[in-house]
């Protein structure tokens, strides 16, 4: 079976600071990892997403996402963070062999001015 | 995203009701799935199809079913309506690789 977890429920950051959004998978084979974003109101959009090669993968918005095998995470993040990306934020999980996604529970981001 | 819509787009029923909630694309993918979301829950899946032919359940598919009428319409039904399916809906489509999903707008959904 593959799961995600997502292990805060909120993040507060000021504006102009770094933000990092964590996410932990389980999967039985090779991952594939992706990030949505979630604004009020509106449905999912996709940010960025993970297949193979560079580690580091670079998103819509000025985010990026480390892939980390050994620690089987999937951190989200951002040098300097705006009040407009204040949003829900998903990470979401597919192994080779299925056929599905799996995303996780979701974190608030809230960007204080 | 305009190229996924989805009607109503809210909607109140009562307890033992059929309601029938729609999905159309103009996006030509051959994949389609629904989703609900609940607080602190995530999205789960109920139902997906990968084409006109191939339908298949997800997590959580008992009190629901659905009916793939052509290649860009994927309707969901709930037979008989209960207050624990109030739940934000979700449609959403993708390409032949099932990669990046793009998403309808969501219809909330209340049971009363």
């Known amino acids: 079976a593959q799961s995600v977890a997502q292990p805060e429920d909120q993040v507060n950051v000021a504006e102009g600071n770094p933000l990092t959004v964590k996410c932990t998978y389980s999967?039985?084979?090779?991952?594939?990892l992706f990030w949505y974003v979630q604004y009020p109101n509106r449905g999912l959009q996709f940010l960025l997403k993970?297949?193979?090669?560079?580690?580091l993968v670079k998103g819509s918005y000025g985010f990026e996402a480390e892939f980390n095998k050994s620690q089987t995470s999937f951190h989200l993040k951002k040098p300097s963070a705006l009040v407009s990306d204040s949003a829900l934020y998903f990470c979401a999980v597919r192994d080779t062999g299925r056929r599905a996604l799996t995303f996780g529970s979701g974190t608030r981001l809230q960007v204080q001015p | 995203d305009a190229d996924v819509t989805q009607t109503p787009r809210n909607r109140i029923t009562k307890t033992g009701k059929r309601i029938m909630l729609e999905c159309s694309q103009t996006?030509?993918?051959?994949?389609m799935y629904w989703y609900r979301q609940d607080p602190g829950l995530g999205l789960r899946l109920i139902y997906y199809s990968f084409d006109v032919k191939d339908i298949n359940k997800g997590e959580i598919s008992d009190g629901y079913s659905v009916s793939r009428q052509a290649q860009a319409k994927f309707s969901l039904s709930l037979e008989s309506a209960i207050p624990n399916q109030t739940a934000l809906y979700f449609c959403?489509?993708?390409?032949?690789?099932?990669?990046?999903?793009?998403f309808g707008p969501g219809t909330r959904l209340t049971v009363t």
């Open positions: 996006k030509g993918h051959d994949r």
């Open positions: 999967v039985s084979g090779n991952p594939y």
């Open positions: 993970y297949i193979t090669g560079d580690n």
């Open positions: 959403a489509t993708s390409g032949t690789s099932g990669m990046e999903q793009y």
